[in-house]
């Protein structure tokens, strides 16, 4: 009985208290943390909400269905990360890997889009027909103020959206930023797990706590960017909200 | 070997030197833990008797304004940060898997990883006296930490290392949330757990919850130094305000985090020498729950002249005198183990119960600034100074010395000189009143805190004298308890394993434990089991204490390693690297340091714990 109860030191699950694993309960308690280090930064981002002193501002650089497509690509990961956890525990070893590598690609797809996103926002440019402007949002008003007084043909800005430009900017490119980040480094994990699985015995149908482990976190990396797409783009474009 | 992609062998039970950089014993780890952190502890004083002898009379000038500055932050910071917080964590760090009937945490490498990060930020912190040290504050308020007011590297060495000491704190708390919930003795329910571990595990839950949200505020300040963000920038519409607000929902925690453990060793201390058990186990935790609760409702009182708003304050205001009633309920409790019991008025004791007077009296001038009308009057006087170091140094400090002297036959084998220890006790509790009580009077009469010098007429002269002569009975103090503790530890008489007659199962094993702490993992049957045991009312015999070296052979034990201290070290190169970072290739360095703990990170992930084939090796 008593020398059953020394196992903990080898990881093995049956030698802990509650039977959960160490490194599991580790992975929770992490995650917790996590909340609150992103908690931290969609508070900042909500009380510097509409305090920029200038553009460009929400409305003027979302580009929603381009974000609902990487939005729903990262989702489909979490799913593909499911798939391949069960196969592995399924022992289907090569149904692992694809599911595995597909999910590696998807948040390396979603990254893709992220790059793609940080630059065009970051060389946003703003042209406007002095003549007939149409419907201008509160940026481009100040540039059509700006720019037509004198009788000008175009009103242009290159701006653009730095961090350094105003609060949003600031504000969107850490969040944002730090999610991307997150999701980066959860792809170099699922590589290393990919290159690990074709060691023998280091991941079986039995010894799947590595695969356990990068799926929460991986779920969870998913999770905040929901809040985050609803938050910063959703509330951002549509004033409803 | 064969698992292990980089061929340098691993560390098989080193002696010397060796032995401690690599070691992943919990108990090692404590020692070098508790060490560290009283050498910082004493850095600090010698920073607080500086800004003392610079306050012993009127305009004196023996250190400049400026390095006035420097002393006050570095002294707050590193009695926080390095002396408070790693005092309490070596104490986790050996008590707690003894107190459980554990062999180790759970994490012992990254136990291991936790004190040499912690050691990173320490150095760092500290030698950026070279070349300035910060001066703006322990929080640091925007925006005094702002480039265009404070261009040069101390501000940026004080972010870096407390990001340092974030990642430490972190790893340790992640390692013994673990370790408390999950490696406990068959029989040791939650509501069985010693009072101190059950104050540390609630302490890392609080670690864990509070220490991101200083990251966040310590990264939005980095973004702005180095990268012209906005975030506390008032020219770009940015708020000063939202770094206090988001300072203090990691500091008022954090007071808590300092406080807790403190409060669970006395919740030890006074059962064992009163001969009782603690009055009220179950409402003691529970107090301790609703504490660090209550604890995440009440930051704004930090901010009542800030302008938030009547309902604000009034809010914070009542919230803040709530918390008084948990923690009044543990002076209670504390009072009633000691009532009627038969008391044996040792070091530790008296330690003890020096804290219950000193934390009362700091605890009652709190309730006095909860009131937010007569906050306005003592906010940034030196009534908070006198009010914080009532809690801070009559609370917790009293509270980790009671912790030095009671465990100290456990961890360090010898018994200290109980003469020694009580004239030490009485020079530190007559020299922190003399010290502490006068600012209570210049903090109502007007002194503000942080200034360098004050003018002759003000009618402050003869309490600052007072507390300067105050604070070197407590230097007297110290050299007594640190002669008491070096002397002794070296040459003291071999300590029994149980020699005050304790109640839990650290006591139940030799003084200092054998590596592999428990011959056999005890069984637990109830609460205060080791004295439950010793008095036969647990119906099974007395283990012989312990087991001797020969028998602890097949009792396997995780391994030294070297990749703790390895991804350490790349930390704080990397760490150099963001503060150095035009050092020949733009934050070259920085990638370097980040590679060096990467590689020791990777190299420690796929190290197994133990390798079968060593193990057998040694044998």
Known sequence: MAQEHAAPIHGKDEGTTTGLSHRKMLMWAFLGSDCMFFGSLIATYLVYQGKSLEGPLPIDVFDIPVTSISTFVLLMSSMSMVLAYSALTKNNMKGFRIWLISTAIMGATFIGFQVYEFSSFANHHVEIDCVSPGELTKYEQHIFDDGCSSGEAHAESHEGLKPQTNLFGTTFYTLTGFHGAHVTLGIVWLLSLLLLSFKKGVITPEKNLDVDLAALYWHFVDVVWIVIFTVVYLFGVFPGF | MSTFPISIPRPVHPTGIWGWFTTVDHKRIGILYGVTAFIMFLTGGVEAILMRVQLAGPELDIVSAAVFNQLFTMHGTTMIFLAVMPLSAAFFN????LQIGARDVAFPRLNAFSYWTFLAGALMLKLSWIGGATDAGWFGYAPLT??????????????I????????????????????????????????????????????????????????????????????????NVANGGSVVLWQHLFWVFGHPEVYILILPAMGIVSEVLPVFSKKPLFGYKTVVLAGIIIAFMGWMVWSHHMFTVGLGAVANAVFTVTTMLI???????????????????????TPMLFSIGFIAMFLMGGISGVMHAVSPSDAQQQDTYFIPAHLHYVLFGGAIMGILSGIFYWFPKYSGKMYSERQGKISFWLIMIGQNVTFFPMHFVGLDGMPRRIYTYADNMGWNFWNGVTTGGAFILVLGFLLVLDNIGRHWKNGEPAPSDPWDARTLEWSIPSPPPEYNFKEIPIVRSLDDWWATKQGGANKEVPASGGSEENGHDIHLPQPSYWPFVSAAGLLIAAYGVVFNDLLIPWGLAAIGLTIGFVGVYAWSLEPVNDPEEEDSTH
Do not use: C, H
């Open chain 2, 146 to 159: 702002s480039v265009a007011q404070n261009p040069g590297t101390g501000i940026d060495f004080w972010i």
């Open chain 2, 324 to 346: 008084a009633v948990p923690t009044g309920i543990k002076v209670f409790n504390w009072l009633g183990t000691i009532w009627g019991g038969s008391i044996r008025f040792t």
């Open chain 2, 94 to 97: 050996f008590i707690i898997p």
């Open chain 2, 161 to 232: 290392s407390l990001q340092i000491l974030g990642i430490a704190s972190l790893a340790a708390s992640f390692n013994f949330i673990v370790t408390v919930i999950n490696m406990r003795a068959p029989g040791m329910t939650m509501m069985r757990l010693p009072l101190f571990t059950w104050m540390s595990f609630i302490t890392a839950i609080l670690l864990v919850l509070a220490f991101p949200v200083i990251t966040v505020a310590l990264i939005e300040l980095t973004f702005d130094r180095y990268f012209m963000f906005n975030f506390f």
